[in-house]
T-cell receptor, first 114, second 115 residues
Framework: KNQVEQSPQSLIILEGKNCTLQ??????????LRWYKQDTGRGPVSLTI?????NTKSNGRYTATLDADTKQSSLHITASQLSDSASYIC?????????????FGAGTRLAVHP | DAMVIQNPRYQVTQFGKPVTLSCSQT?????MYWYQQKSSQAPKLLFH???????NEADTPDNFQSRRPNTSFCFLDIRSPGLGDAAMYLC??????????????FGPGTRLTVL
């Protein structure tokens, strides 16, 4: 069964601190892994995307890693800002016919406090 | 520039009263998706259109229907909303095809309240 598990479920950090979110998956056939940021009441926005041949991808203060052997990914946020408060969702794509079927993790709810 | 547009952003309906949610896109993407997201849960795929081909998820209730009259528009019809259908409904689009990096672009969502 295709599954994506994220940890921790929620996290509170102080502004300016770094944090790392984890994602483990069992998805086949693997197509790509994406981290989305979802603000409360809004649709998800893609932060990074990696295929199996990529093991790191950066987008500003966000850096994602992928270990396709162990089926693990992480999202590292540096120098956190109040606007980073959101849910971060790990999404793994499974190839299905002519499109990528998305398998969503439950998300990590991050709160950045001043 | 808006790429995936959902209307309305907030919808209130009564128990059992049919409701239609709208999604439009300016990306000319082949694939359009509808997701249901309940509070603190991951989005759940209801169905998608690949061009005119409709693909229903096995566990999507019959109460949910969809229409795609043209490339740009896709509608979600809830025939008899129940209290359990209150949720955020997300529309997404993707180019489709064989690329491994086929990306889904999400709209802002419509929050449905059932009274």
């Amino acid at each position: 069964k295709n599954q994506v598990e994220q940890s921790p479920q929620s996290l509170i950090i102080l502004e300016g601190k770094n944090c790392t979110l984890q994602c483990n998956y069992t998805v086949s056939p693997f197509s790509n892994l994406r981290w989305y940021k979802q603000d409360t009441g809004r649709g998800p926005v893609s932060l990074t995307i990696m295929t199996f041949s990529e093991n790191t991808k950066s987008n500003g203060r966000y850096t994602a890693t992928l270990d396709a052997d162990t089926k693990q990914s992480s999202l590292h946020i540096t120098a956190s800002q109040l606007s980073d408060s959101a849910s971060y969702i790990c999404v793994v794509s499974a190839r299905s016919g002519g499109y990528n079927k998305l398998i969503f993790g439950a998300g990590t709810r991050l709160a950045v406090h001043p | 520039d808006a790429m995936v547009i959902q209307n309305p952003r907030y919808q209130v309906t009564q128990f059992g009263k049919p409701v239609t949610l709208s999604c439009s896109q300016t990306l000319n993407h082949n694939v359009m998706y509808w997701y249901q997201q309940k509070s603190s849960q991951a989005p759940k795929l209801l169905f998608h259109y690949y061009d005119k081909d409709f693909n229903n998820e096995a566990d999507t209730p019959d109460n949910f229907q969809s229409r795609r009259p043209n490339t740009s528009f896709c509608f979600l019809d809830i025939r008899s909303p129940g209290l359990g259908d209150a949720a955020m409904y997300l529309c997404a689009t993707s180019p489709g095809g064989t690329t491994r990096t086929d990306t889904q672009y999400f709209g802002p969502g419509t929050r449905l309240t059932v009274l």
